[in-house]
């Protein structure tokens, strides 16, 4: 029904910088949400960052001050810009959407999840 597609991963010393982007789409009648979060190896995955399609945001304590996350509502894509990394933040970077899913009319609402891309900050 509607897929996510992120890009934007990669390597990077310690205190460089990234950006992830995630691109939405299919049957999307509307995106309520959508969101960053990430899974270390050996680790629970956790959200790392969302935003509403109004703008607002919440981000884990880890990244505050560090990552911004931004919605771009006509292209129902969002993005992630990532400052000062740590090597902590090495892991997989999956983009989540709750959407309302329909063509014309609202059908249903579910979640989804991109494939993930690999974030890794060593020297």
């Known amino acids: 029904q509607v897929h996510l597609v992120e890009s934007g991963g990669g390597l990077v010393h310690p205190g460089g910088s990234l950006r992830l982007s995630c691109a939405a789409s299919?049957?999307?009648?509307?995106?309520?949400?959508m969101g960053w979060h990430r899974q270390a190896p050996g680790k629970q995955r956790e959200l790392v960052a969302g935003?509403?399609?109004?703008?607002?945001?919440n981000y884990a304590d880890s990244v505050k001050d560090r990552f911004t996350i931004s919605i771009d509502n006509a292209k129902n894509t969002v993005s992630l810009q990532m400052n000062s990394l740590k090597p902590e933040d090495t892991a997989v970077y999956y983009c989540?959407?709750?959407?309302?899913?329909?063509?014309?009319?609202?059908?249903?609402?579910?979640?989804?999840w991109g494939q993930g891309t690999q974030v890794t900050v060593s020297s």
């Open positions: 989540h959407a709750d959407v309302i899913v329909g063509t014309d009319r609202i059908e249903f609402l579910d979640d989804y």
């Open positions: 299919g049957r999307i009648f509307k995106i309520e949400n």
């Open positions: 935003i509403t399609s109004g703008g607002s945001t």
